[in-house]
Structure formats: structure tokens, C-alpha cells
């Protein structure tokens, strides 16, 4: 394959996409790089999709989350085409689109990303239920604000919980949350879940209520309000869904790649047919020599997998692999962050595990923290997981995301018993920082 004449095509513009299209682009100077994006204008454009809240607060502005700037594409020269994806064809090495255009390819990405889960009950499809996902989300319920009195969330992980630290700003309006669970178990273990908990419910305007939405209730139409399992009704102006999202291999059903939860790839990124390859949320990599194969959804780990995937792309043979590292997954809820990263959900059945937690709930620097060390051997000890809850205004989110991923996996250099202490400045970074 000449990469200098080669067709690659990413499908996806996410940051998975984005970044490996723009390092094909520097590294095969000459060959046709083409972006294909779901979303139209410049919701094309690669933005930053956690962000997408700030938008419902004043003085924010849509042009914050363009990270790489609105002419990314037009500036390494990449073809950007809008369009539902519907079919990816090994066999003729091309994808087809929802209106029957095509595009062939030398060499694929799928970068599909993930799929927000729709509401699923009688009245769902009334006019003021959405999800909040994209920025044609973000625009509709910012659009509609100024115009609501009642909204209703539905689920309470960490899109809703961004979503109810927002509303807390708009006092006016009144916002109830229904979640299966109080508090909700998807956030973290059970002592943070309940932590953020109480910090939520003080919020005046915002009420939560344990149930599921049974029917969407409308009057001409539009959404009047929710009624619950056990027949209570919540009125509402607008229904939010935020109940989890999966991987979009929607477009890849009919195709001979292989399916699981995502798309199946190997540690080279590549999928069973050699010229196509898939990272970020879609992709479902298989480690060397485990029988497992674990979805990496995260921002940081499709930015390390867009790079990656660009330079497995280039060879006719895929050569080395991705080798993933722990990241930092970071929450803000309401006044306080919360850490989680590695192996923290664990019992301590085995003698080399030792979890260690301290709670301060009057001390904001240390409201919580759990340890989770293995080894001991020789009083040697390995960081293997850990979550940490503190306020912003009194510790450095950066600091502590920067020595917690140099630190995962790696002896400590430091006395366990320090790192649950509150004056543990955090500024003892290992050198792989």
C-alpha cells in the first residue's frame, strides 16, 4: 500500500477521530484523509462533549468547546463529509450512507463513539423529551430554559449530575430527578455516592424522587409532565434523559465485523478484517495473551487511541501495539471533586490487598479517600486504585489527577498512611509526569 496515494477514511469526529485523522494527514502528506461526521454545521467540528452544560450558564459561550478551533479540518487539509453512516462493506472495501452516496477507502477508522439510550415508555416521542448529549442538546434545552418553570431528569449519573449543578444556578425553576436508586450506585462506591447525595438534596430548587418513569404525559403534543411506576404524576415543561450510553455499532450490524458490546479489536487496534480499525468508546480491546476484552471509555483513552490507531493505519500490516494506562476519571457535583482511577471497587479478600478509607466530612480538603494497595511484600506496597473527594477551591484538581496517574501501578514512594492524611501536598510527582 502507498500511503502517499491511499484513501483513509475516519468515521467519527469525536476526539478519537479527530486526532488520528489529523496525524494521517502528517504523516501521509499527499493522501485524500476523509472525516465523516453524524452531526451537521459545526457540530461536525470536534468539541468538547462533557463541557456541553456550560452552555446553560450565562456568559458562556459555544465557541469555548471547539478545543482545536472551528478550522482544524480546513487547516490539514481533511475532507469533512456530513451523514448518517448505515453500512460498512468489507468486501468492497467502501461505507454507504442513509441517502446511498458510498465513500471507498484504502484504510477505515470507526470512531462512531457512543449513543445516548432513549426514553423508553408510552409518550416518549412528545414534543420536550430529549437527551442531552450533543451540542444540538445542549442547544435545544439552553433555547427552551427561558421558557420553562418545571424540568424533569431522568437517571442521575454523571451527565445528570453536571445538569443539576447547573440548574442550582436558576433558582426559579424547579427541577426533580428520578432515579431508580437513592443514592444512585452508578457514580462510585456507596459512601461517595451517599456524600454527593446530601450535597445535591440541599440544593433548594432540585428534589429527588427513587422510581421509573412509566408514561410521559402530553397535552397537544408537548410534554406536561411524567407519571411514575407506583401512579404519581411529576408536571413538567421539558423531560431530560439521561439513562446511560452504549457504543454505536448501530452501522456495522449488517457487516462481517465482529460484535460484542462494541467492536472487537485487537491490542493493534484492528478489527477482524485487516484494513479497518476502531478506538475510542466503540472499541473493545482484547489484551495480549487475556481472553477479555474491556471498552475504554474515556477522553484520555481515545485521544491515546486516535494517535495510535493513525500509525497502525499506515502499515499493511499493523505493527506494535496500543498499550493503555490508567486515567483519572474527574466528576464535579455541586462544591466538590471526586477522583476515582484503577481498581478501587474491590474487597479486601486476599491478603495483598489492603484498602485503606479516611472521611473528613468538616475538612475539604480530605472529605473522603480510599486506597487500594496490593503487593506488601518487603513493605513495598503498589497504588492500585483509589477515589478521592475534596472541594477545588483548597486542593488542585491537576496536581492531584497528575501524581495519581504517575503514581497508579508503580511502588509508592511514599508511606500509605500519608496519602489519607490531609496535609499530603501532593507535590512529590514521580518524574513519568
Not at 478551533?69 to 468492497?92: A, L, S, W
Not at 445542549?138 to 454523571?158: E, N, S, T
Not at 475510542?280 to 471509555?297: C, H, I, N, W
Not at 509508592?412 to 510527582?429: K, M, Q, T, W
Request: proline share 6%; hydrophobic share 40%.
Amino acid at each position: 500500500m502507498n500511503a502517499e496515494t491511499a484513501t483513509y477514511v475516519v468515521v467519527g469526529t469525536g476526539p478519537a477521530g479527530t486526532l488520528c485523522a489529523c496525524k494521517l494527514r502528517a504523516l501521509a502528506p499527499r493522501a485524500r484523509v476523509v472525516a465523516v461526521s453524524r452531526e451537521c454545521g459545526d457540530a461536525a467540528l470536534p468539541y468538547v462533549r462533557k463541557h456541553l452544560t456550560h452552555l446553560l450558564l450565562p456568559g458562556h459561550s459555544e465557541e469555548e468547546l471547539f478545543y482545536l478551533g472551528k478550522d482544524v479540518f480546513r487547516k490539514n487539509n481533511i475532507e469533512v463529509v456530513e451523514g448518517e453512516v448505515t453500512g460498512v462493506h468489507p468486501e468492497e472495501n467502501c461505507i454507504s450512507f442513509c441517502d446511498g452516496r458510498s465513500i471507498s477507502y484504502t484504510s477505515l477508522l470507526i470512531a462512531t463513539g457512543s449513543t445516548p439510550q432513549p426514553l423508553r415508555c408510552p409518550g416518549s416521542d412528545a414534543e420536550g423529551v430529549q437527551s442531552f448529549f450533543s451540542l444540538a442538546d445542549a442547544r435545544k434545552l439552553r433555547d427552551a430554559l427561558p421558557h420553562v418553570r418545571r424540568l424533569v431528569i431522568v437517571g442521575a449519573g454523571r451527565i445528570a449530575l453536571k445538569l443539576i449543578t447547573r440548574m442550582s444556578c436558576y433558582p426559579d425553576k424547579s427541577v426533580t430527578v428520578v432515579t431508580r436508586t437513592i443514592p444512585p450506585r452508578s457514580l462510585c462506591d456507596e459512601e461517595v455516592s451517599s456524600l454527593l447525595m446530601r450535597r445535591l438534596q440541599a440544593i433548594p430548587n432540585v428534589t429527588f424522587v427513587q422510581g421509573e418513569v412509566a408514561e410521559v404525559v402530553s397535552d397537544g403534543g408537548h410534554v406536561t409532565g411524567v407519571r411514575l411506576e407506583g401512579g404519581d404524576v411529576v408536571p413538567c415543561d421539558v423531560v431530560v434523559a439521561t439513562i446511560g450510553v452504549a457504543p454505536s455499532i448501530g452501522c456495522l450490524q449488517r457487516s462481517s465485523l465482529l460484535l460484542d458490546r462494541g467492536l472487537i479489536v485487537s491490542e493493534t487496534l484492528q478489527t477482524s478484517v485487516h484494513n479497518i480499525f476502531a478506538a475510542g468508546d466503540v472499541a473493545q480491546v482484547t489484551r495480549p495473551g487475556s481472553e477479555r476484552s474491556t471498552l475504554y471509555q474515556a477522553w484520555a483513552h481515545a485521544k491515546m487511541q486516535g494517535k495510535a490507531a493513525a500509525n497502525l493505519m499506515l502499515t499493511a500490516c499493523a505493527k506494535g501495539n496500543y498499550e493503555p494506562c490508567e486515567v483519572c476519571h474527574s466528576l464535579k457535583a455541586k462544591d466538590v471533586t471526586v477522583l476515582t482511577i484503577g481498581e478501587h471497587d474491590v474487597c479486601p479478600l486476599a491478603q495483598d490487598i489492603s484498602v485503606r478509607i479516611v472521611s473528613s466530612p468538616d475538612d475539604p480538603r480530605c472529605l473522603y479517600r480510599k486506597i487500594v494497595l496490593c503487593g506488601g511484600g518487603g513493605g513495598c506496597w503498589m497504588l492500585a486504585g483509589a477515589v478521592f473527594v475534596f472541594s477545588p477551591q483548597v486542593l488542585s484538581r491537576h496536581l492531584v489527577m497528575a501524581w495519581l496517574e504517575a503514581s497508579v501501578g508503580h511502588p509508592l514512594a511514599n508511606d500509605p498512611a500519608l496519602l489519607c492524611s490531609p496535609d499530603f501536598a501532593f507535590v512529590a510527582v514521580p518524574h513519568r509526569v
